[in-house]
């Protein structure tokens, strides 16, 4: 089946700094990702639906300008949490979804996630 | 207000024991209806879909669009069917909305 990858699997960072998580589709092109914040013992959030070559559309409530979404091409969205705070500490998940017949339209298939840990 | 709601947290049955997953939904219009699982230490995956009809290591869940619901059932648990099970419309944005989760937990 269809396999989405997370990268890095586990980051800790400085306060201030800021964090890039990759999602990759690794063997059907992506027309659409989705980006889910988990936090524990919760179900997922949904903070944005990006669409390849186009601006990201947040959920009410996220701030865009905290959580940058690039999806530059068909395989490949970034999530950037700049100047993260320790409230920004989570678990990131990331879907995808082939709208482009390669792959089961219907299915949106999810990356394994990334630990987020802000100290 | 639209949501989902799956208003049981946790789950505990016996091996052998029916399952029940209960699952009610608020939105407009004709969503897609899917049910997902998290085993432990493992990714989301797709369990099953209300428009396939099918069923998926025993489980099945129906459609009931006049009480709006859409439960996940299977006659006999199994230990191995211990996870977390999260129902999750789509909606016209194509967005997948997840309900807060049920974790079943099947004793020996």
């Known amino acids: 089946g269809a396999v989405v990858s997370q990268h890095p699997s586990w980051v800790i960072c400085k306060s201030g700094t800021s964090v890039k998580i990759e999602c990759r589709s690794l063997?059907?092109?992506?027309?659409?990702m989705f980006w889910y914040r988990q936090f524990p013992k919760q179900s997922l959030m949904l903070m944005a639906t990006?669409?390849?070559?186009?601006?990201?559309?947040?959920e009410q409530g996220v701030e865009k300008d905290k959580f940058l979404i690039n999806h530059a091409s068909l395989t490949l969205s970034t999530l950037t949490v700049t100047s993260a705070h320790p409230e920004d500490s989570s678990f990131y998940i990331c879907?995808?979804?082939?709208?482009?017949?390669?792959?089961?339209?219907?299915?949106?298939?999810f990356g394994p996630g990334t630990r987020l840990t802000v100290t | 207000a639209q949501r989902v709601t799956q208003p049981e947290k946790l789950l505990s049955v016996f091996k052998g024991a029916p399952v029940e997953l209960k699952c009610n939904y608020s939105?407009?219009?004709?969503?897609?209806l899917f049910w997902y699982v998290q085993y432990s230490r493992q990714r989301l995956q797709l369990l099953l879909r209300?428009?396939s009809r099918e069923s998926i290591k025993g489980f099945t869940a129906d459609l009931n669009k006049g009480e709006t619901s859409f439960h996940l059932k299977k006659p006999f648990a199994q230990e191995e069917d211990s996870a977390m099970y999260y129902c999750?419309?789509?909606?016209?944005?194509?967005?997948?909305?997840f309900g807060q989760g049920t974790t079943l937990q099947v004793k020996p």
């Open positions: 879907s995808a979804r082939d709208l482009t017949g390669t792959g089961r339209s219907y299915e949106q298939y």
């Open positions: 063997d059907f092109q992506a027309t659409t």
């Open positions: 990006s669409n390849e070559g186009s601006k990201a559309t947040y």
């Open positions: 939105y407009s219009g004709s969503p897609e």
């Open positions: 209300h428009i």
């Open positions: 999750a419309p789509r909606v016209a944005s194509g967005k997948l909305i």
